[in-house]
């Protein structure tokens, strides 16, 4: 089923068409985590009338883009031209979604991409410190695998897999939304608001301290810790809450984070929050990267930032300033054509209907500390924890960890 969408927007001189279709690498079945990135990629390798070289250049003949994308909950692959030339491309999006060519020879060279992707990917202690992470957070859930799989299932993936796996995507819903009314797609103005059925989900409060931490031995200079838990899916009214710690966690350089490792210890490399949107429970995680001298001093400070967020509200000043911040950041998110319809058509696939820019702003003024509080507590209460450094800096972190949590 393909449900199409128009977005009456201010008009441009392009136009963009992006198909989301539900289910990504929370498709992948066991044994095969990264057979949907492969899938994807394959797809925009040739489909009827052109193989991998004249669909590249038919393309590029226009000045067009062409680009996909796999996420943990569905698949993104959107086209755009300047309008004269919409018409002429706009057709490749259906061809490529139902008639695909997936030559065995293209196959091969996406496998063998994926798999040296994969490889480079574990040069990166970041990387492999938040693989640690989202596997103790979230087990054998979906969610706790990398998009691209593992180096072991793509390694063993056949091309009769992933024909296979195009026969279940082929029954996947789609939704295609565009600012082109040459769709003759439903506008989206027009949408019915339709209430939120929230289902919250078990979370893993049962979990023995033991059972919530994990750490690699990096061998360098530099230790990265991370920390934080699931939470709750994008329908859910705890969402937007969030989204204003997220804000006032890590915001700009007035954000509690900034202001206590950086400007008053001087202390971290990077750090941040990260809290994407995601159809079930999302992660929330504090990241931060420090030298390995400071290392046990920065987990010190983020222990007693943690145990007050789940101790004292916000004061008004800083919920305030919170609140101002994240209605800009969706702002500055409106000024890409692409991220607005890439984000409006996610939110359809998820059930949820997009809201007009002064609602969103008039839940976000409702929101209080007390609702932030009463979150804090349900969700972070026992925070998972993952190191990468040295095997002695990091034991002496998950001493105190479970002095503290």
Not at 167 to 191: P, Q
Not at 301 to 309: A, H
Request: hydrophobic share 35%.
């Amino acid at each position: 089923m393909l449900e199409r969408y128009f977005l009456n927007i201010k008009k441009r001189n392009f136009s963009t068409a992006s198909i989301w279709i539900k289910g990504g690498s929370d498709a992948d079945s066991v044994g095969k985590k990264g057979i949907n990135k492969i899938l994807s990629s394959l797809l925009t390798r040739g489909c009827e009338g052109f193989n991998n070289f004249t669909l590249s250049e038919y393309i590029e003949s226009y000045g067009a883009e062409l680009n996909q994308e796999v996420f943990e909950d569905g698949i993104s692959i959107s086209i755009k031209s300047l309008n004269e030339h919409f018409s002429k491309l706009f057709p490749l999006l259906d061809l490529i979604i139902n008639k695909p060519t997936l030559l065995e020879r293209e196959f091969e060279k996406v496998k063998k991409s994926s798999i040296d992707f994969l490889k480079k990917d574990k040069e990166n202690p970041f990387n492999i410190c938040f693989e640690k992470w989202r596997r103790i957070v979230y087990s054998n859930h979906p969610y706790a695998f990398n998009t691209n799989g593992n180096e072991n299932d793509v390694s063993k993936i056949t091309y009769e897999d992933v024909l296979l796996e195009f026969k279940n995507f082929k029954s996947r819903d789609k939704y295609l939304i565009s600012n082109n009314s040459e769709i003759d797609g439903v506008s989206i103005e027009k949408l019915d608001k339709k209430p939120l059925v929230e289902k919250f989900r078990p979370l893993n409060h049962d979990l023995s301290p033991n059972n919530r931490f994990d750490f690699n031995n990096n061998n360098s200079n530099q230790t990265i810790i991370m920390f934080g838990n699931q939470t709750c899916s994008r329908k859910s009214s705890e969402y937007l809450p969030l989204k204003v710690l997220e804000s006032y966690l890590s915001y700009g350089m007035s954000a509690a984070l900034f202001k206590l490792f950086r400007e008053k210890n001087g202390i971290t490399y990077d750090l941040g929050v990260y809290y994407p949107v995601r159809r079930r429970n999302a992660p929330f995680l504090v990241y931060l990267s420090v030298s390995n001298k400071k290392a046990l001093f920065a987990f010190e400070l983020l222990s007693t930032l943690w145990k007050d967020l789940l101790l004292n509200p916000l004061i008004d000043n800083e919920i305030l300033l919170a609140k101002e911040k994240l209605k800009g950041s969706f702002l500055l998110g409106n000024q890409s054509l692409d991220e607005i319809l890439q984000r409006k058509i996610q939110l359809i696939s998820y059930g949820v209907t997009p809201i007009s820019e002064s609602d969103l702003n008039s839940k976000i003024d409702e929101i209080s500390s007390l609702d932030i509080l009463k979150l804090t507590n349900k969700y972070f209460s026992k925070p998972f924890l993952s190191i990468s450094g040295s095997k002695n800096i990091c034991l002496e972190i998950i001493k105190s960890w479970k002095q503290n949590f």
